[in-house]
């Protein structure tokens, strides 16, 4: 009974303690006063003169001893003072937070089960200590601990029952305060911030307001300016606009005179009974503000030190104020009078905003006086201006008709280009709308666009100067003039492109037939200046069509024929189809593998024997472009070179092969050989192309006198000065230049000996005919190229030699070089190093390796 009755008097006990938490943790009691009432309740439960709470955050990874009553060691810590849990790392109440579970014992027994190392502690040790984890959802938020430092007094392990029991709800009650104060805390911020917003929304709405109101006077002030009323009702009104915005019982309006000399009072009103006249510019108040050119406030002890200074004279400044506000009003020409208000009585003064106010106000007040005073000088001048109307007229007739001659210039200007005087792209443009449009009206009023373009005019205008290449210009638009009706328009779009509008021209037979007379218009040479070049065209027809919807398609197709006329060779006309504008896709397409193969290595060098004939020995070799397509195999440079130099990246793959061929003919040339290369006409074109040869000779470590470059009689003579400056700085390095299909082009032999040549090869048109048994043209030709060539001390190359009979009859007419498909074919360079092993002779290549 008696252990059933002190059960239910610990229940009991227990019951009370957790009523009294959970009214403690809902009373009003600051955070202090809470942990303090906590305590005592705990207290009646077990001895708890020694008891800290420890909060534990293990976002934050601090500690925070929250409350802290010891007999021993005071108040060892700070409630609002947080402690990183790793500064803890070694204490009683860190490990005990990490072992999650109670400990009951002396001081030294728990710091030993939890591994602090003693010496080490925080605080005094004691007799007995207990320590509980205050948990939620498993995770430990903090401790309760209570200790002892009397033998005596001890914890059992019912004591270290209620304490972990009553845990739990000391954290809820410490949790609902701190989010309490939180919360209040929250609360008094937002109403601290919400307070300051209604105090800036109301300072606000009332600086709107006033904004308002000034705005809506400056419209009144403004209006007065364009309303037909009298003097006296304007300055009125302007008086009672002022009034609505600061205090003008005593409000004057003065103006200078026209001439500068009076002041004039167009109107005032003064309770004093000053009477104000126009005066003589003197030292009134007035002349002061105006003297000054800015808004002035004074009192009556700044007024009195005026007088004594002699700024103003007492006489004229009449019955003193108290406050005395004036601002000028500012005109085009300088001050043109000035606006003031004035208080007599000794509690009434003006402040800086209304100083601020005024002066806002006399600006528009002055625009608004001279907007009036140029009114009325406007009437005035009306009557004068009538007069000068009626004595101007003639001479306007007179201007009018030299106007209209400029604007037909101007016209002409705008519609026509400055260089050639033929008509513009706008011109152009007007023209072949008009076309579209009768056209739509009409499908049988055809018409023909012809897109022409000078070729290589970059290198004329590069080499020889603009000048050089205006003169070509103008040359060539003279030309095409001749070659058209007149119905038709010639005009320059840009640059070197002009196009033709052949009107009532349906049939392509008759486009054809004006290009053909434009092309053998441009057969014969023409000058710029001490030069004599010859020019070419190559032009693009585009037929009228209904499908044609708009100017642009027109032009679009014409120029897509215009390229292709340049891509197959320039110097020639093509019609505009729907296959041609495929053929053009595909070139682009085209273009981009290129740069695709370009990044990914698929250009690779091939080299072809060049032999003496007497031994058939190898005397070098001519190396040549492949590309190993990853669709379309091994393809020859007839299937991408057109399209290359089209697109301008034949420099580019150029030098790529330069490279390439350089560094592998090392495996197999030899110290006695020759290689040669291939070199574009654009190369020319570039003022550091032998600078860039040489650094790559010396890169690559291969020797001058063993390179020879090929060059084509286009080359030489597209601009002969320039090529030959080029050719001849490279020759003194040690360079051999030879001439590449020599015959073929348009050149005399008499302009071989221009140029530092070491070789001529003669194009394989020529020496297929040989050894057929019979005298032909080819046979006399290939002895005339011989016999030049020994005369000049040249070595000659017969180019495509396939047959025994071709090489006996060159052989027998005193050839010595020959290359072809009779001593080898193009091969890579693994292919050749067995050339190197075996001097002398050239090695038999395998008949399917690809042709040059």
């Known amino acids: 009974m008696q252990a059933s009755i002190q059960q239910l008097e610990h229940s009991e006990r227990l019951q009370r303690a957790l009523f009294a938490i959970a009214n403690t943790a809902a009373s009003g009691l600051d955070m202090q006063s809470l942990l303090k ?7 009646q439960l077990m001895y708890a003169e020694n008891f800290f709470i420890a909060l534990h955050d293990p976002q934050r990874s601090t500690v925070r001893f929250i409350y802290f009553a010891d007999t021993q060691d005071g108040q060892l810590y700070s409630p609002d003072q947080e402690f990183p849990t790793k500064d803890l790392g070694n204490t009683i109440t860190m490990r005990l937070i990490r072992h999650g579970k109670a400990m009951r014992g002396g001081s030294d027994e728990v710091a030993a089960h939890l591994g602090v190392h003693t010496g080490q502690g925080v605080g005094t040790p004691s007799v007995d200590f207990m320590g509980v984890p205050m948990l939620r959802d498993g995770e430990v938020l903090g401790i309760l601990a209570v200790q002892s430092y009397e033998p005596g007094q001890s914890y059992t392990q019912s004591d270290q029952d209620v304490l972990a029991f009553v845990a739990e709800h000391v954290l809820n009650a410490v949790e609902r305060k701190i989010g309490q104060e939180a919360l209040e805390r929250r609360v008094a911020e937002r109403t601290h911030e919400l307070a300051q917003a209604n105090a800036s929304l109301q300072e606000q709405v009332r600086e709107r307001e ?39 019982d005593n409000f004057v309006i003065a103006l200078v005179s026209t001439d500068g000399h009076n002041l004039e009072f167009p109107y005032y009103v003064d309770h004093s009974g000053t009477v104000l006249n126009t005066r003589p510019m003197g030292r009134g108040m007035s002349e002061y503000a105006i003297r000054h050119a800015q808004t002035l406030l004074l009192d009556d002890r700044d007024i009195d030190h005026l007088i004594v200074q002699g700024e103003v004279d007492a006489t004229t400044y009449g019955t003193p104020a108290t406050s005395w506000l004036g601002a000028p009003l500012l005109g085009a020409h300088g001050v043109m009078g000035v606006l003031v208000v004035q208080s007599y009585l000794t509690d009434m003064h003006y402040s800086p905003q209304d100083a601020d106010l005024l002066t806002f106000v006399s600006y528009q007040i002055a625009s608004t006086l001279q907007r009036r005073q140029q009114d009325e000088a406007l009437q005035q001048l009306n009557a004068q201006l009538e007069q000068r109307v009626l004595e101007r007229t003639q001479e306007l007739r007179q201007q009018i008709s030299v106007r209209e001659h400029t604007q037909q210039q101007l016209k002409h200007q705008v519609m026509h280009d400055p260089l050639t005087g033929l008509p513009n792209r706008l011109f152009l443009r007007n023209r072949l709308n008009q076309a579209l449009a009768r056209q739509h009206a009409d499908p049988s009023q055809g018409f023909a666009l012809l897109y022409l373009d000078v070729d290589r005019f970059k290198l004329f205008n590069d080499n020889l100067g603009h000048l050089a290449g205006d003169a070509v210009l103008k040359a060539v638009a003279g030309r095409l003039a001749s070659c058209v009706r007149t119905p038709d328009v010639l005009g320059r779009l840009s640059g070197d492109e002009f196009a033709i509008l052949l009107e009532n021209c349906i049939h392509a037979e008759t486009a054809s037939m004006v290009a053909q007379r434009i092309l053998a218009r441009m057969e014969t040479a023409m000058r710029a200046g001490d030069r004599l070049l010859h020019v070419s065209i190559s032009i693009g027809i585009a037929m009228s069509s ?10 679009h197709d014409a120029d897509t024929a215009l390229y292709r006329a340049k891509l197959t060779g320039r110097r020639r006309f093509v019609l505009f189809d729907e296959n041609l504008q495929t053929t053009v896709l595909n070139v682009l397409d085209l273009e981009q593998q290129m740069r695709t193969a370009l990044d990914q290595g698929q250009f690779i060098p091939y080299f072809q024997p060049i032999v003496q004939l007497k031994d058939e020995s190898i005397i070098g070799y001519e190396a040549l472009i492949r590309w190993q397509h990853p669709e379309r195999g091994l393809l020859g440079p007839a299937a991408f070179l057109p399209a290359a130099e089209a ?17 592998a003919a090392a495996s197999f040339l030899g110290p006695d050989r020759i290689l040669n290369i291939n070199i574009s006409p654009r190369h020319f074109q570039n003022r550091h192309f032998s600078k860039r040869l040489l650094d790559l000779l010396a890169q690559t470590g291969f020797q001058r006198q063993q390179l020879c470059i090929e060059v084509t009689e286009g080359t030489l003579l597209s601009d002969p000065i320039s090529t030959g400056n080029v050719l001849n700085a490279l020759n003194k390095t040690g360079i051999r230049i030879a001439l590449d299909d020599f015959g073929t082009g348009y050149s005399s032999l008499s302009h071989v000996h221009q140029f530092p040549l070491k070789t001529l090869k003669i194009d394989r048109s020529f020496i297929t005919p040989l050894g057929s048994g019979h005298p032909n043209r080819s046979t006399a030709i290939v002895s005339a190229v011989l016999g030049l060539a020994a005369s000049l001390n040249l070595n000659v190359v017969a180019e495509g030699v396939e047959t025994p009979a071709q090489r006996d009859t060159l052989m027998a007419m005193g050839c010595s070089l020959a290359q072809g498909y009779l001593f080898g074919r193009p091969a890579p360079a693994a292919a050749h190093v067995h050339d190197l092993t075996a001097p002398g002779h050239y090695r038999t290549i395998p008949a399917d390796t690809p042709e040059n």
């Open 37 to 43: 009432s906590l305590h005592g309740i705990i207290a």
């Open 546 to 555: 209904p499908s044609y919807q708009t100017v642009d398609q027109l032009l």
């Open 210 to 248: 006033r904004a308002a109101h000034l705005q809506a006077t400056l419209y009144r002030i403004a209006a007065l300016s364009h309303a037909q009323d009298t003097q006296e009702y304007f300055y009125r009104n302007i008086h009672e606009a002022v009034s609505e915005l600061l205090n003008a």
């Open 647 to 663: 697109t301008g990246l034949i420099e580019e793959i150029d030098w790529h092969m330069y490279q390439l061929a350089l560094r």
